[in-house]
């Protein structure tokens, strides 16, 4: 299974982005999909994660400015950042674990994405 992130870029402080991440090969379900950030020097750390029933959380860091959403019937999460912040510079991963369907069987999958690179000018 692949994940396929778009929509990073630059960005001035107080904009918006809307990052997209969408899977593809032969899924056969998708539970958690989730967004990771790395910043330059750092370590990466989950921003949020929605589960396959909608259920959503995220990290104190961006929550009231960034939301998870997610359409099963196109197997793409997405991640809407408001109210940017030069912190929030940094390449944003997607990651979603699940099932696909190889060889006569149902198999698991936990995969990311390429990264895509938010950079947030003050």
């Known amino acids: 299974v692949q994940l396929q992130a778009s929509g990073g870029g630059l960005v001035q402080a107080g904009g918006s982005l809307r990052l997209s991440c969408a899977a593809s090969?032969?899924?056969?379900?998708?539970?958690?999909m989730k967004w990771y950030r790395q910043a330059p020097g750092k370590q990466r750390e989950l921003v949020a994660l929605i589960t396959s029933a909608g259920s959503t959380n995220l990290a104190d860091s961006v929550r009231g400015r960034f939301t998870i959403d997610r359409d099963n019937a196109k197997n793409t999460v997405y991640l809407q950042m408001n109210s940017l912040k030069p912190e929030d510079t940094a390449v944003y991963y997607c990651?979603?674990?699940?099932?696909?369907?190889?060889?006569?069987?149902?198999?698991?999958?936990?995969?990311w994405g390429q990264g895509t690179l938010v950079t947030v000018s003050s």
């Open positions: 090969g032969s899924i056969f379900s998708i539970n958690t």
């Open positions: 990651r979603a674990d699940g099932r696909y369907f190889r060889d006569s069987y149902y198999r698991p999958f936990d995969s």
